[in-house]
């Protein structure tokens, strides 16, 4: 496979998200200016149903009422379509909406499309990150590589900083 150059920069803490619009799984289009005025979490993840993704995915999920009660409002991203998400978040109850960006223009948007180490193979493809975006749709904090099983409590730990 011949290197491809990694996406767009990514956005740093700071400065403002850039805006999308993408369908979810339900038929429903989100914006991420649909959420200003909350905090917004936005992951961007690989691939629906697999080990690392289901799990970031169900953590997500069980730690979902903290999140909203800390003012979250949690969206996911990948290059799958709408009827894999769907398939995703009917398996595994996901309370909240899974973007399709099948085109990959919100991850080119954030950057993190590029070159990823797969058990020694070099890959292009999604990098796992998570982005924590403030009321008024600034990026606050960049999760470069989030722990699969333990990404709400990094979330809730990251916020409860910042509001120091």
């Not at 290059?79 to 919100?106: N, V």
Request: charged fraction near 25%.
């Amino acid at each position: 496979m011949s290197s491809m150059p990694d996406a767009g920069s990514m956005p740093e803490p700071g400065t403002p998200a850039p805006d999308f619009a993408a369908p979810t799984g339900d038929g429903q289009t989100v914006s991420l200016a649909d959420h200003r005025g909350r905090w917004v979490l936005l992951y961007f993840y690989p691939k629906d149903d697999t080990p690392g993704c289901t799990k970031q995915a169900c953590n997500l999920r069980d730690n979902f009422g903290a999140l909203g009660e800390a003012g979250v409002t949690v969206l996911g991203v990948s290059g799958d379509d709408e009827a894999s998400h769907e398939r995703f978040a009917s398996k595994y109850s996901l309370p909240f909406p899974l973007l399709a960006d099948t085109d990959h223009e919100i991850h080119d948007a954030y950057g993190v499309r590029g070159e990823k180490n797969f058990y020694g193979k070099k890959l292009f493809g999604t990098k796992r990150t998570s982005f924590l975006i403030d009321p008024e749709g600034i990026v606050r904090h960049v999760f470069k590589r989030p722990k699969t099983d333990e990404h709400a409590e990094e979330v809730l730990e990251k916020l409860e900083a910042l509001a120091q």
